[in-house]
């Protein structure tokens, strides 16, 4: 088979070569038995074609070894290419080394040099070869790819958050704000943007869509439809840098290496030439990009290291006129300091009417499209997840297959079920490639089979528990794989080069995407336990027996307890799962829960082990779930349990939901804290942003008003009081105000005794979000101290301007300490406070009214220890006693409540001091309750005589 032929569609095992003008490729010591894209041998992100103009460079290095063992003795890259193509590249004109390219010249124009670049790339852009196509037949690029929804920015939850669960909470939103970018456009500036955009860094997620961009543009580059301004695009992966990252090159031997049909190009026509250069899979590059190093390179011709080359391309000392197009997933791209970039994008994938048009392309036949369109839409988890255009490719993969074969049974509706499939058709594609004629049935797996797939569930398994995603090869040995193996089972694991630290270089495998690490670590756990592999259960879990022994909600269960109970089991899991803090187990345990599916079973059979799941076991399960106690966890995480459920077909808890939302008397309706969990989702992922969440709106118990919270996400006003909220809700309330379409204005926190300074630290990493909206913020009766008044000066000073209105009244022991923290805040030029109010106890009245249409809203005071809620509409503007210079306020006023705060004489200095030297913004100072004396208000009082005096309202 020729070499370059087998470029697929699909799940990209690893960065391909883009580089595609080279005659020589790697060549892969093992078949790719998966038949999936990027695996040994295979290059799913390169088109090339086969032929008279031969073409690629792979230097994926899939038999995993590091390059300089394999060739060693070869002086040059251009060598070792050559070493590897061997007798029929040499002899081919493709290939010429970087001394002797850069003594050709010739006296060809320019331009036919350029028309012979565009033609080569254009063949190798063209066409993709289609994952499910097993004959290997290549498809046209642009019969197949789908407009991807690109943005500028980035997304703020992007390190933080499982991908999956990012995806569930983040892409109905995004996709109703953001403006798109077509990725043809990634260098047009948008009409207000005066600079140029000269470097652009694209992220994205494994499989979101990145490379299938680049080959987009390029192509459409080549075909003279798009940025015409360009005359030479330079493609380059990051993966074929590394295979000359120790080697001297200038530019233009660069150029010349891996674009051969530019070896007639000089120095001088490349200086009067638009360059772009593109640089694909940043997170793969093992060259030290170091923008500090201070060597400067201006001349094309001059020697260095690719890693100079490259930062000073980027930071414009090299062909300061050339474009750069840098791609990455998100975890790597910060090796580029954010000065040398001028445009942020993102690929976010595909938004919901672009996955119906991605179904509709791929296949010719309408009625086949449009029923794994209408299936997908029936299962909100596929849904959700065909967002990643890999998972697309996953789906479209499993259901053509069952579609068009003699499959019987139902199509994939959970998660769980669709990997199931796709591990399945994945080993018959494998089966029919390399032992054609030999149809087997999907439900058969060898017994080889099995035992590479367990070792590389125990490969995930092992690594999942830890939070790791890139594995060394001892890590692959250990668990009885050797590398063959791995890169044969290429389709699910395959090799990446990732260097981890500059002294201790070595290859680094991953799973093609987390979600099928989290898959093949739920088979294997699954396994054991029907195994009884005590050992690794218990490794895991603990040792059930004694744990359970006294804990009163397992104590009837417990005595029947052994490893066939798979209840027990489960819960535990589940137990486990919801302790993780950013919720590592989230997806691995709704697999687990999916595969006691029978369906799954009899998929799966011989992998799970044979067990057979009586219906009471399933209830049983369920009822866990549904019971499941979540004192002290994430409500995030409570989430899940509802996930979990949907995983095995449990559609009940969904459809009482549904009811609730539809009913009229919502408030006289009870709600089970899992029910909760439910309407949280629901609500979180609505449509429609919900104006106001009062959490005592809800009949329910504590834990179920808690378990509400995720859904502050969606909501304008939140009413979080009384609710004995703790740290791990201020981290959901954070990420709420963090997120890139935060809605929250007005959060009230109030009577939350336990919510205490470490959880204000919490909720001001989302006051200090330049996300964040909010405008009042009330946090009386939450056992603040003066550390929070730290906390939240340095977060508002950060990002001074959203907040109104700061509500720290009552029971929050300030003292005079915290009041100076909140004085630097008021000192700083961006604060936007207008009104420090301050109630009685001084001779000083107002008569504050503020020009027309000013409100001031929930003046709060405290009479007998229960708050009184007043609002005021202030009307019309008469003047204030106090302030001769009132009838400059302007249209906002801002509230700051420190009634009852321990406060005394000094604070008052601390704040007199803070408005003389920012007077202009306070309107309204509320110092109620302090027990102040007139003697302790006198340099308050005295300020009046300033005229930059604002305040308008001193109680
Ligand atoms: N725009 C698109 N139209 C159709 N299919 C697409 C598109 N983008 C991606 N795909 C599908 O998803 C697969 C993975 O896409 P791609 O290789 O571009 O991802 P990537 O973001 O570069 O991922 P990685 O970071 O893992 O390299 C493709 O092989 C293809 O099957």
Redesign the pocket.
Known sequence: MDQCEDR?????P???TLCGEHESQTKAQSPELWGV?GSAGHN??TNPEPGPEPSCVSLKSNVSKDIGEDFKGCSSAAERASAQCGERSRSRAGLQTASQSSCVQTDVGLQEVLDEHKISLRRRCER?TE?SDETGSRTLLNR?????YITEGQSEEVHTQHEVRQLETASKMDALHDAPIRCQHIFKAFPDQQRPIRVVLTN??????????VQ?FTLDWTEGLENQHVSVVVLLSFRELNLIRDEQYSLLELLHVFHPTLQKVTAEKLAVSQLLFIF??L?ESRLSLDFTNRKLLSDVTQKSSVSQLLTNLIQGNLLPSALVWI?S?PAAANQIPPTCVDRLTE?RGFTDAQKDE?FR??FSDEELSSRIISHMKTSRSLHIMCSI??F??ITATVLEHMLTTEQRGELPKTLTDMYSHFLLVQTKRKKNKYHEGHETSPQELTEADREVLLKLGRLAFEHLEKGNIMFYQEDLEQCGLDVTEASVYSGVCTEIFKRECVIFQKPVYCF?HLSIQEFLAAVYMFHCHTNRKTEVVEGFLGNLREEYKNRSFFKNMFKSYSFTSLDVFLTKVMEKSLQSKNGHLDLFVRFLHGLCLESNQRLLVGLLGQTEISPGTIQRVINNLKEMNSDEISPDRSINIFHCLMEMNDLSLFQEIQEFLKSENRSEKELSEIQCSALAFMLQMSEEVLDDLDLQEYKTSEQGRLRLIPAVRNCRKAGLTRCGLSESHCEVVASALKSKHSHLTELDMSYNYNLQDSGVKLLCAGLESPNCRLETLRLSFCGLSEISCDYLAAALKSNPSHLRELDLSSNNKLQDSGLKHLCGFLESPGCGLETLRQQSNTNIHTSSKTQSNIQISSTASMNDGKEKEEDSDIQGSQGCSLCPSCHRARGVVHLHRLERCGLSEISCDYLAAALKSNPSHLRELDLYGNNLKDPDVKQLSDLQQSPDYRLEKLE
Do not use: H, M, Q
């Not at 994205?204 to 961009?213: C, I, L, N, P, Q």
């Open positions: 697929e569609e699909g799940v990209p690893s960065k391909s894209p799913p992100k993709v994952g197949i790819y789908t407009e991807l994205g997620v494994a499989g979101v869509g990145k490379t299938f961009s987009k694909d899979g997170d791609t997933r690929v991605y392309r791929r255009p890999v697309c490719w093609v």
